[in-house]
């Protein structure tokens, strides 16, 4: 049970009563199954869709999980986040539904349409310089002058509780439905919904293993990994995935990476792009870069994964600005069907 987010590490419990908070707040994703993307990996692949969740991305699920539990006494104060746009989604609809002011730091160089819904949700962004500025000092500042509650991305046990219920969602449906996973491939930032994901997967199914997907020259949480220590990424190293740009992974998610956590991949933009058009053109659906590393890792790693088995593609988020996103479907040629 969780009795300081800030320092104890969720258990399936913890998931499980997340789940009861979130009840009829957030959506059950269901695993999907396509044809096509099936023969171009040569295995069977189902596809956990946050990218329709509500706000577009599996953030509501943990913003709502802590934000519902500030005591009245504190709500008062509004609350205050840090993010590059689906935190800041989750966050925003939280609080608008609460009813508590809420303020989010956003990077200049986020895309239009992330911040422009965390404006129409009503809170107050704050914009910042993502290479000069620290949002993390910003939001500190912010903090310390209001006394609002700082609800932070990743590094807090209940919003990993939240984002873990992905996990306990999709290994229910695929346990109940008869599919023994063998690989699940989930998107990370700063690590939150692997963790969490990975802590349900290790109850539910845990000859499962769970491989991590981030942009290239973000991929700390592999190099972690493979150091055994935390390892920031280089300043000033770019993506389109800008959901998945955190400096470096979390201190309670990486205690969890590195107890169940099989390994990791990269990607390129060009893949990210591509993974983008395949989801569009044979899925049927809006992917944002970051939303759609883990598909172009399993495209581009597929006998990696073919040679395990049946494998399972957390899409994240699906919050994409229109110019980028018309690049990515018209990319020619888009990933084509083996």
Known sequence: MIHNPLRDLPAFDDIEDAAQQLRGITFH????????????????????????????SFKMRGAWNRISRIPEADRRRGIVAFSSGNHAQGVAESARILGLHATIVMPADAPKAKID???????????????????EHIAAEIVEKTGATLIRPFDDAWIMAGQGTVGLEAATDANAAGIALSSVICNASGGGLIAGVAVAFEALSPATQIWVAEPAGHDDIRRSLASGRIIANEPGCRSIADALLAPEPGMLPFQVHQRRLAGGFAATDDQLLDAMSFAFHHLKLVVEPGGACSLAVL??????FAARGPVLVVLSGGNVDADLFSKAIGRQPAVRVK
Do not use: C, F, M
């Open 299 to 304: 495209l581009n790693n597929a006998g990696h």
């Open 29 to 56: 994703t269901p695993l999907l199954r396509n044809a096509a993307l099936d023969e171009r990996i040569g295995a069977p692949v189902w596809i956990k869709p946050e990218t329709l969740q509500r706000t577009g």
């Open 117 to 135: 819904a965390a404006r129409g949700r009503g809170a107050q962004v704050r914009l910042y310089d993502r290479l000069n500025e620290s949002r």
